[in-house]
């Protein structure tokens, strides 16, 4: 009994699967898979939220829930590929470095190809938010406003240097393309009025 969900890195050859027992005081098993092969597992005393696995299989970012109830996540943690946790941190950096209160309603985490980074996103009231981390080390490198105010994807380019945005606004179907530097800088940027296919 319980319930199964499944994330697959972009490539799609790492896969990492969920299982949330409904029975036995809240367990879920992780596992981690090469194809059809199990690479690694661990049980949890909690359901874990949003996940993201690296295209070569060696990182893991888990969301783990605030609220699960309305879907409000309070931190984000790293995992190597055998599920050793190298640091759980919360959405912020140091004070007065970036946002570090609070619950956040993550609509895309990303791992870079070599999982040395991951990005968080979040839609916004104006802008969509985008956190960038170190994940080798779970450090928080910066917090930023981008584009329009929903995120709809992230993608990292594989040596790290470039991120892609893609946010939108499903009432006016605009959507923004974004290319941005691995400091959170701007280099080009491309709006799609009407965009009516996402």
Request: glycine letters at 12%.
């Amino acid at each position: 009994a319980g319930t199964v969900a499944t994330y697959k890195s972009p490539n799609g050859r790492y896969t990492v699967t969920v299982t949330a027992e409904v029975l036995g005081g809240g367990m879920s098993s992780c596992k981690l898979l090469d194809g059809d092969q199990v690479i690694a597992s661990k049980m949890f005393d909690h359901n874990p939220g949003k996940i993201a696995v690296s295209d070569n299989g060696e990182a893991i970012a888990m969301l783990n829930w605030g609220w699960e109830d309305e879907g409000g996540s309070r931190s984000i943690s790293f995992y190597d590929a055998n599920w050793a946790l190298i640091k759980e941190t919360s959405f912020g950096g140091n004070p007065g470095e970036g946002d570090n209160g609070g619950l956040k309603w993550v609509k895309v985490v990303t791992l870079s190809p070599d999982g040395t980074h991951c990005a968080v996103g979040t839609h916004g009231s104006e802008k969509a938010s985008v956190i960038f981390y170190d994940s080798k080390a779970g450090q928080w490198l910066w917090g930023k406003q981008f584009g329009l105010k929903e995120i709809h994807e992230i993608a990292i380019s594989k040596n790290d240097k470039y991120i892609l945005l893609a946010t939108c606004e499903r009432d006016q179907f605009n959507v923004l393309i974004q290319l941005v530097d691995q400091d959170g800088n701007i280099l080009w940027e491309k709006t799609l009025p009407k965009a009516f296919s996402y």
